[in-house]
Every structure is written in C-alpha cells, then in structure tokens.
C-alpha cells in the first residue's frame, strides 16, 4: 500500500478512465453517496439506504434485460422499455424517500441522466418501470425492524463498560437481513476464554500497538489509522468497485448486480455484527487492559491509564464490523475481478479530496481495514480473523442464493 498525492496529470487520467466507461448505475451510485452525505446520514441508516437504491436498480434492470432474478420485483418482463431508464428513475424514487430534503438535487441529477436518453416510448415505459419498482423496495424494506425497542441484556462482566442508554444502533441486531434466514445465520462461535493464550496473545498486541503513547506502531500505522475513519470505510468499497467496474468495462446488468450484492453485504453487516455484539456482550481493550488483574490469566499486565489511540466505539467488541464489512466487499469483488494483482486502486478521503491511500489489490485495502483497528486500540485480532470470515460467509451465501443468473 502507498500514500500519495495525485498530480494534476493524474486525477485527470484517473478521472477520464472512470468517465469512459461510467453508466447509470455508476452513476447513481454516486449520487446516492453524495445525497447521503449531504443529509447526514452515516452507518447502519447510510448501508440500508444504498441497499436499497441498487436492489431497485437491479431489478428494474432485469425486469428488461432479464439477465439476472429480481430480488423483490416480480414483475413481469418488459423487454421494449429502456433500462436505463428504469434504473434512473428507481434510484430517484428511492432517494427522494429516504432523503426528503434533497429532492431537489437529486431532481436535478434525473434531469441530467434523463437528457441523455433518447426520447420516445422505451424511455417512458422505463420511467414508469421504475417508479414500479421502487414501491416495490419500498415495500419490502417498510417492515424490516430498523426501529424496533432495544431488548439486548446488560453485560455482566466484572469492569466492563455498561451502558446507561442503550446505542441506537443495537435495534439492528433485531432487523431484516438481505437475502438471509436471520441475523444470527452466521453467528460466530464465542471469543477465546480469558484465561487463553490466545487472548493473552491478542491483549498484550493490542496494548502494544494500540495505545494512544504506543511507541511500537510507526508513523505509516498512525496515519491509516487516522485516515480509515467511520466516514470512510463504507464509501470506499463503492469507490472501489467503480474504479474496478471501469476498468472491465462491465455491461449495465452486471454492475447493477456487483453493486446490489456489495451494498447488501455491508448492509448485511450491521445486522448480523450487532446481533453478535449483543449476544457475547464482549469488552473492549480500553477496559480489559485497565482491568487486567481481573481477567485471571497471568500473562495479561494491567495498565490502569491505557488508553487507545481511536475512541472506543460504545459497543461490545466481538464481532468487529470493519473486518465484516472488508470480507463481504471483498467476497463478492473478488468473485468478479479476482483475487490477484490489479491495477493501482485509488481510495479517497470523504471529507478531504487530498487524502488518498493507493493499493494493488482488493486484499491490501481489505487487510488494512482489519489492521486499523488494532492500531487504533479498539479491536483484538482473533475479533478480526474470526469477522473476516464472517464476511465471506455471507458474500458467499448472497452470490449462491441472490440475483443469481437467468441466461
């Protein structure tokens, strides 16, 4: 992996590459990001919503080219309509729901990608396609529990942080997965005993290399750390597979599938981690190294004043949802670009378009995403290696089981 700053030259031939080959799907994929920054919106909220967008898609796109079964739409073909079309305007009556007060940006992006279609019957039977199709989603998503109470148990654990209110985000455990039985479909067995070696091994890393005065983590680790904020895990698959996308020059079909089954995997994340979460209830190194001497294994030092480098999310620590989220990505990327060597992949800061971090394969920027986070001090590596293959279990089991080919 390499840091860079792009010269002019640069951008420009990254940014003429990526435009060459960019269709509606690409497109709105994008513009959903943008509109979902605009309005705030972030994490469980932000994966559900692009979820949402490209299953619309897809399956307005199928509904034409029949390539791929729909996931919610069952509809009948409509081969003469313009697919394009249709997934244009499923992606804006998408959005238009779930950020109200963007309607008239996101109006403005239907405009622009409306123009470049010929006119004619094809495109309004895509138009109204999509509307359709979008309901449909809709539909499916209106009952999926995002806002059901919170009923997770208090942890029990001796020194173990204990919230007075429970996360908003652990009605996720409870919520409807994509193209999944259950939340709990593949829920990992229980972290290592306290008093393993394994979890001595993981302790005594994570004090090490996590700490805030860590003098062990290099400079290169700090600034990874730094820069794989919450804002920029999630964005950066879909950067990537743009990026990837262009470069194969895949047919509208395709795409529309690669991007639905990456959005519901990370989508998927959020609800099978918190169930996890929630379920083993397991703490977090800020409070197992400042409680050490509580964990009965003689090979863990307690260090009353550690504290992380990144701030301690206010959640269990097993399983970790970053390295579910770089499984499942890179499961279903790698089952379209391979697992190789490829060309120079270019992920960029959300917030600060000078910050970019260059990789040469969907490996490198999946083991790095697991790295930060016992860099920062949050997470014990087996949490990581067991997540990590969380993630490919479900990309696995969505590429089997969804949006599976037709013809």
Wanted: proline share 6%.
């Amino acid at each position: 992996m390499r840091r860079i700053a792009l010269t002019t030259i640069g951008i420009l031939m990254t940014m003429c590459a990526a435009t060459a080959h960019a269709d509606v799907v690409t497109d709105w994929n994008q513009i959903a990001i943008d509109m979902l920054k605009a309005a705030n919106i972030a994490v469980n909220p932000w994966s559900r919503s692009m979820a949402m967008v490209h299953v619309a898609m897809s399956d307005a796109i199928n509904t034409v080219q029949g390539r791929y079964a729909s996931y919610t739409a069952k509809l009948p073909p409509a081969p003469n309509a313009s697919a394009e079309a249709a997934a244009v305007s499923a992606a804006r009556h998408i959005l238009i729901q779930l950020v109200p007060a963007q309607r008239a940006r996101i109006d403005e992006a239907y405009a622009d990608s409306l123009a470049r279609l010929p006119d004619g019957a094809a495109k309004n039977d895509g138009i109204t396609l999509g509307e359709r199709v979008a309901a449909l989603v809709q539909a499916d998503r209106s009952t999926d529990a995002t806002n059901v109470p919170d009923t997770y148990r208090p942890i029990t654990m001796p020194g173990v942080w204990i919230p007075t209110q429970p996360p908003a985000f652990a009605e996720y455990a409870q919520a409807k997965p994509w193209g999944m039985k259950s939340a709990d479909q593949f829920r990992p067995g229980p972290p290592p005993p306290l008093s393993s070696a394994l979890y001595a091994r993981d302790y005594n890393e994570t004090k090490d290399l996590g700490g805030a005065k860590s003098v062990t983590r290099t400079a290169q680790q700090t600034e990874a750390v730094r820069f794989w904020t919450t804002g920029n895990f999630l964005p950066s698959w879909n950067q990537v597979a743009r990026q990837l996308s262009a470069a194969k020059g895949l047919g509208l079909a395709e795409n529309s599938r690669l991007f639905a089954l990456v959005n519901m995997g990370i989508a998927n994340n959020y609800i099978c981690d918190w169930d996890a979460k929630f379920h083993y209830n397991r703490w977090r190194p800020v409070t197992a190294i400042r409680n050490g001497d509580q964990d009965g294994n003689d090979a863990t030092e307690r260090d009353a004043g550690w504290t992380p480098l990144n701030a301690t999310p206010m959640h269990p620590e097993y399983p970790s949802s970053a390295a579910i989220v770089a499984g499942v990505a890179s499961g279903v990327l790698e089952s379209v670009f391979g697992a190789g060597s490829l060309p120079i992949l270019t992920v960029t800061d959300s917030a600060d378009s000078r910050l970019q971090r260059q990789f040469n394969s969907i490996a490198q920027i999946a083991e790095e995403q697991r790295m930060v986070r016992i860099w920062g001090g949050i997470h014990f590596r087996n949490s990581l290696e067991v997540s990590e293959q969380m993630g490919r279990k479900l990309a696995a089991h969505l590429l089997s089981n969804t949006m599976t080919p037709v013809r």
